[in-house]
């Protein structure tokens, strides 16, 4: 196998050239797709049953719930790769990620909030999902605060990729221990495995939604990359070259 | 060229040493070292104790009351004495040098590491379980419950200790960093914490605890397994930086 463009994606340079041609492809899609998605479920989905107009929070609920422990991972997998083989954009991706995933699950916390008011009757129940994200959000803000701890962007890079993988370990523990413990929260109604519990016309928004989230987050991380590539690479001859024939 | 450098000699050969032989020197080090500061033996036991004492004098003194609050705030200050002893789990040896010798040794790290955690829970987290029954008995938990009490934490504070200390590996290089280690360690402890408290709720209603207490102990084995793992990497990370 060809691992030619593994060793490249290690060039900061490569990259900073390869996802600016990446960029606006990826903006007019994640574009594209949350619109569509937004619009479709708002205001064309049918009605819930029970609940009215109100499940339709579900459309930025979902998948902000998704995105936020798929973020964990991905920034977990680009820690281990970094702590691996060294390599730096791995490292400044993992960093990246934090307050990505750190703000996706905020939005979670806040959407579900929100929509349990009506359904539930309060805003906030000790209920197992909800403890489980509050649980992450919390690993993430650690993840944080020991990147911001340490001086040297290297050892910050480690260690922090080290806890992410410890926590990485730990999430489907802290998530079966909750469970176990107490659940109001109805079960997962959309499986890969399974038919979704619910009629077409609400759940292909749903995925357009989900694919939209995707998307944005593969635009909001480049963005990232790209402006912490060039504070790293500030000293090196391209970036002076880039600057100056901006300015 | 080289011939006339004219190195001496090492006249200190190195001993060869098994690397359970290894853990043992380093756990009755550790134990003797622990065993000459008698006053930081006392401080965990103490704390656990005052902590404890704060709940009734805070929320109410009422003995029905208190029985269905006590397995959780005996976990609670036992999980917040664990944490605040992690601190000094490695803090000497990287202040004196001794963790970048433990570094260099030909032994695997794993087994220092596990051997430090050892001598750690058996100064820091055994006292607690002596005193766990009678704070039991203070916050009158019911008596068909004190073996459960007992067995979730025997099975419950090393794990806590396992845990704490790959916070301690990644945090003892930095200033103040006993805020931070409780920060990033927290969280991670909430799955011991729900398991510990839900194996004496249920002993405490005549129901049977097996269930919790077995899976505090799979959840042990895990961690004694992959903890010194996760520890050693902290450390060897802290030590290059």
């Known amino acids: 196998m060809n691992w030619t463009w593994f060793h490249k994606l290690g060039s900061p340079k490569w990259f900073y050239e390869i996802s600016s041609r990446w960029l606006p492809w990826l903006v007019i899609l994640s574009l594209l797709l949350l619109v569509t998605g937004v619009v479709w479920g708002l205001a064309f989905a049918p009605a819930e049953r029970f609940q009215g107009n109100s499940y339709r929070i579900i459309y930025i609920h979902v998948p902000a719930a998704f995105l936020a422990q798929a973020t964990y991972v991905f920034m977990a997998i680009a820690g281990g790769v970094g702590l691996i083989w060294r390599m730096k954009m791995a490292e400044i991706a993992a960093s990246c990620c934090a ?27 000790w209920d197992a999902r909800l403890t489980s994200m509050l649980i992450l959000l919390f690993l993430y803000l650690g993840f944080m605060a020991l990147q911001a701890a340490i001086d040297n962007k290297k050892t910050a890079a480690r260690a922090s990729a080290v806890l992410a993988l410890v926590g990485l370990v730990n999430i489907p523990i802290i998530k079966y221990s909750v469970d176990w413990w107490f659940t109001l929260h109805q079960t997962a109604s959309i499986k890969l495995t399974e038919k979704p519990a ?20 593969a635009v909001v991380l480049i963005l990232r990359l790209r402006a912490e590539i060039l504070h790293r690479e500030h000293k090196t001859g391209w970036v002076k070259a880039l600057m100056s024939n901006k300015c | 060229m080289v011939s006339e450098l004219n190195v001496p000699a090492l006249t200190i050969k190195p001993v060869a040493v098994s690397p359970g032989g290894a853990a043992w020197i380093t756990l009755c080090r550790d134990l003797r070292l622990g065993f000459r500061r008698q006053a930081e033996l006392i401080n965990p036991p103490l704390f656990f104790l005052i902590v404890v004492t ?24 036992a999980l917040l004495a664990t944490l605040l002893a992690m601190d000094s789990l490695f803090r000497g040896d990287y202040e004196d040098g001794a963790l970048d010798l433990l570094l260099i040794v030909p032994q695997p790290l794993f ?9 750690h829970w ?15 008995l203070m916050l009158s938990l019911p008596s068909q419950a004190y073996t459960t009490l007992i067995a979730s934490l025997a099975l419950g504070t090393p794990l806590l200790s396992l845990l704490g200390a790959i916070g ?3 945090t003892v290089g930095i200033r103040r960093g006993g805020m931070l280690l409780s920060l990033l360690i927290l969280p ?7 398991l ?18 077995l899976w505090l102990a799979v959840l042990l084995t895990l961690g004694l397994t992959l903890a010194p793992f996760a520890i050693a990497a902290g450390l060897k990370i802290t030590a290059s930086g």
């Open chain 2, 111 to 119: 087994m220092h590491v596990l051997a430090k955690v050892t001598a």
């Open chain 2, 168 to 170: 301690a590996a990644l």
């Open chain 1, 198 to 217: 619910m009629p077409a016309e609400m759940y292909y928004p749903l995925f357009i939604c989900l694919a939209g989230f995707y998307c944005f987050f």
């Open chain 2, 196 to 213: 510990g408290t839900g194996a004496v709720v249920a002993a405490s209603e005549g129901l049977p605890a097996a269930g919790q207490l």
């Open chain 2, 122 to 136: 058996l100064l820091t987290g055994l006292p607690l379980l002596v005193l766990a029954p009678i704070l039991a």
């Open chain 2, 54 to 77: 704060l709940f009734p004098l805070g929320i109410s003194p009422d003995p029905a009351f208190l029985a269905k609050l006590a397995p959780g705030v005996i976990w609670i200050a």
């Open chain 2, 188 to 194: 991670l402890y909430i799955p011991v914490l729900l």
């Open chain 1, 99 to 125: 307050p990505i995933g750190a703000s996706f699950t905020l939005l979670a916390l806040l959407t579900g909030a929100i929509w349990g008011k009506p359904t539930w009757g309060a805003w906030w129940v």
